[in-house]
């Protein structure tokens, strides 16, 4: 703001306020001090203080009327600091910076006597109902019922010059508030018996509108009673289908009501009940909509609805999840793969490898079509999975059983023909290769555990650094080839979680970064500890893992595209048990690349006591 502009509004004779988008005050001039008695320092950046809590809706309702342009003028009543309440008209219009978007509103505020409100009043009267076509207009307008509601409320203190209002149900012998304008929001929801109120009484009477004073008996125990002062009550029925279904009440604490706005309240009511109809219709249709396309929408299955072109109309969530193909791709066109005849179902797999389970219905006579597929890629997987492992678990146990059986063999025929070493050297060939098979049965018994969930774990305080040091010098003679090195920090803290477990993923990381380091090289185990949780890096200079798969070897039955098992040897499921004790365990692990070729696993595990 320029400095004549600011000149211009501190030494206005009217009191100038703005508000910004947030409603809250942005300008508070000296004349708008003086009015009101609140220093600029007090109001700025804050709600409003001059507005009582029973005009705040007014004061809303007039912001948003006017931020699509021009001006309203208006007489209502604000707070002094002081508690008392000055009569002021108001001219209000809205702010908009140069681009033309609303960023505000200013209000000049003028104090007025008792013949300046009437005229006022008089003037509004005329504007109310050249109005009264504009409002019943915007009301039908109006498709959902809670706006038509609140319209009708909003347009009722507009039309009738009412201090506040409200818009009742009838439901079977109770009222229930679901509409208010100038009356607190915590009011709204609550109910009444209708035999007991004023609309039972209007029902008695055969007639639509009424008009009751608080000298015929008081609005004591009324939801009215929330608005200060109020002495008449005004009220009107709304008809819905030829049947009585609510009621509109005006409310007036500050001025009597005339015959005029009695008759603008049975019209409006009128109006309101058509609103009504017209809103409950749509809702209806809506619903059943709604309803359908959640049903479609919330399908894990994938759906698609084709006219009689075969051409796809309809493409819910789930089809783009499965397809990876957004309904703007597919919308017109066919669908990406080959349909069974109606009633039938055909297996497809898509250029990205997924497998679909597909199946065709048809609409009726029209030709339209609907389509449901389910991924089963992994139902695919892990049948392929489990041909592997079969076939791969019979490799591992064709051959140190054919040896053990071999060397027996040879000592039942031969054992006179054998000399001592020789007999040693077979028993020992056939406790080795017993030894590997009771390991195999032993990882195959665990594995199984694992996929039950049913790991035998107990969890507590132990002493990880000990066991990573122990588990070191144990390994250390089992390969010529590698170098075992421990960094085990001699401050290690205890660690929680299950000691035998982590046992037993130590020794597999161990066996792991030794199968899949064939040359040798250092293999370090490495504990740190990183806030409340202790990581272990085995780190070897091995083949390392191929992208994409650090995930994937994790899964049973799985190795790396690198874990050639002709090469290696293994059914697949170390690291799936391997993690499975981690998070029995309530820790982690993962696999990383090393830049410089290897691999990285860590498992991580909460220190004891945190």
Not at 104 to 132: F, K, P
Request: with cysteine.
């Amino acid at each position: 703001m320029d400095a004549t502009a600011r000149a211009v509004i501190e030494s206005a004779a009217d009191a100038i306020v703005a508000f910004d988008t947030e409603r809250t005050v942005m300008l508070w001039n000296p004349a708008a001090e003086r009015m009101f008695g609140w220093t600029a320092d007090e109001v700025m950046g804050l709600d409003p203080p001059i507005i009582p809590e029973e005009l705040s809706a007014e004061h809303n309702a007039v912001l948003e009327r006017v931020r699509g342009g021009g001006q309203i003028s208006f007489a209502t009543r604000r707070t002094r600091k002081d508690g008392s309440m000055l009569d002021v008209r108001i001219d209000t219009s809205a702010l908009t910076d140069s681009g033309g978007d609303v960023i505000g509103w200013v209000n000049i505020c003028h104090q007025t006597g008792e013949d300046d409100v009437a005229r006022h009043y008089m003037a509004e009267r005329a504007r109310v109902v050249r109005r009264l076509g504009d409002v019943v207009a915007d009301m039908n307008a109006q498709r959902d019922l809670e706006s038509v509601l609140d319209r009708i409320a909003a347009s009722l203190r507009e039309l009738t010059g009412a201090d506040a209002g409200g818009f009742v149900l009838i439901e079977e012998d109770r009222l229930r508030l679901v509409s208010t304008a100038g009356l607190p929001a915590r009011l709204r929801g609550r109910v009444a018996s209708l035999g007991s109120s004023l609309v039972g009484e209007l029902l008695r009477s055969g007639k639509t509108v009424m008009m009751a004073t608080g000298e015929s008996g008081g609005f004591d125990d009324l939801i009215w009673s929330a608005l200060p002062g109020l002495h008449t009550i005004a009220l009107s029925l709304s008809h819905v289908g030829g049947r009585p279904y609510g009621a509109l009440y005006a409310l007036y604490s500050r001025r009597a009501l005339s015959h005029v706005e009695l008759e603008l309240l049975e019209l409006l009511a009128g109006h309101a009940g058509v609103a009504l109809t017209n809103a409950m219709a749509f809702e209806e249709v809506v619903r059943q909509r709604a309803h359908e396309r959640a049903v479609i929408d919330g399908s894990a299955d994938g759906i698609a609805v084709l006219d009689e072109d075969g051409l796809v109309k309809q493409w819910n969530p789930a089809a783009h999840r499965i397809t990876g193909m957004p309904a703007s791709e597919v919308m017109g066109a066919p669908p990406p793969f080959p349909l069974p005849e109606p009633g039938e179902r055909r297996t497809h797999k898509l250029d990205s490898g997924r497998w679909l389970d597909v199946l065709c219905t048809a609409l009726g006579d029209g030709g339209e079509r609907v389509v449901d597929f389910r991924d089963v890629t992994a139902a695919k997987e892990l049948e392929e999975a489990k041909d592997l492992f079969l076939a791969t678990t019979s490799h591992e146990l064709r051959t140190p059983i054919t040896v053990v059986q071999g060397f027996a063999s040879t000592l039942a025929s031969r054992w006179d023909q054998l000399s001592d070493s020789d007999r040693r050297a077979a028993v020992r060939t056939i406790a080795e290769r017993a030894g590997s098979l009771g390991r195999l049965v032993e990882q195959l018994l665990l594995g199984a555990r694992a996929g039950a969930d049913q790991l035998p774990v107990n969890n507590g305080p132990f002493d990880l650094a000990g066991l990573l040091r122990a588990t070191v010098t144990s390994f250390g003679p089992l390969s010529d080839r590698h170098e075992v090195v421990a960094d085990v920090p001699a401050d290690l803290p205890l660690a929680h979680g299950d000691s035998m477990a982590t046992d037993i993923i130590v020794g597999q990381l161990l066996e792991n970064a030794f199968k899949y380091s064939p040359s040798g090289g250092r293999v370090t185990v490495r504990a740190r500890v990183t806030g409340p949780m202790i990581e272990v890096d085995v780190e070897d200079e091995g083949i390392g893992i191929a992208p994409g798969d650090h995930e994937r070897i994790f899964e049973r039955f799985v190795q790396g595209e690198t874990g050639d098992r002709r090469r290696f040897g293994g059914v697949g499921i170390g690291l799936y048990i391997v993690r499975r004790l981690a998070v029995a365990q309530n820790g982690t692990v993962v696999a990383q690349s090393r830049p410089c070729g290897g691999t990285v696993m860590r498992l991580s595990l909460r220190r004891a006591g945190v």
